[in-house]
């Protein structure tokens, strides 16, 4: 059986018994053999007691050390998860910049594209505007040609037909009358017309065509 003994009485019994050179297992087993095995398990008593009194703050320092490494461990645990998140996180980010370099390539490459694209489109549309310009500017002669095509026929079919025999002169004389002649009737012509060099139309009515020679 296992006693244990406070503090104050274990002194007392130190004090009083343990430390009396009178109180030995040899001289009370002399007096008394049944007290004498009572001396050595009041000793021992003591000395388990003294054992336990210096083992105590190791056993709760022991106990304390233990909740703390339980904690560190569960942080440990907790910071062991946090890490494979992160790098879970991490792998998935990889993932998606990857992914996102991969698509902003292709946009330039688009973007190329388009570019080359937007510069023909702009050459082409430059080159349709010069074209349209050259077509007015064509259009606005034809229509000028066409305002004076009776009277420049006139004057042009005359003069090849009528002038052939007489000279200079007179040729000029005629050409001038024949002017006042298109004058007088309102009917227009090129007044510095070339009737050398001049080409003359030919308009087919059948075909709406208008020939040159």
Known sequence: MIVLFSPTIAN???TKYINNPDYSYDKVNRASVACGP???WATAQLTYA???NKVEPLRNELK???K???KKVADMQQTNDLILTLETSIT???TEYADLISAAQAIKTDLSHVESKVERSIALIKNLSLEKIRWETTSESYQTQ???LIGDGFLISTFLAYTGYFDQMTRQILFQQWQNHLDKAKIPY???LARVEVNLFLFDKKKQTIYFV
């Open 190 to 192: 090129k007044h510095d």
């Open 38 to 40: 009572l001396v050595k």
């Open 12 to 14: 007392k019994m130190k």
């Open 50 to 52: 003294d054992m336990l």
């Open 92 to 94: 998935q980010y990889k």
């Open 146 to 148: 066409l305002a004076t």
């Open 68 to 70: 703390e490494a339980e």
């Open 64 to 66: 304390n050390l233990e």
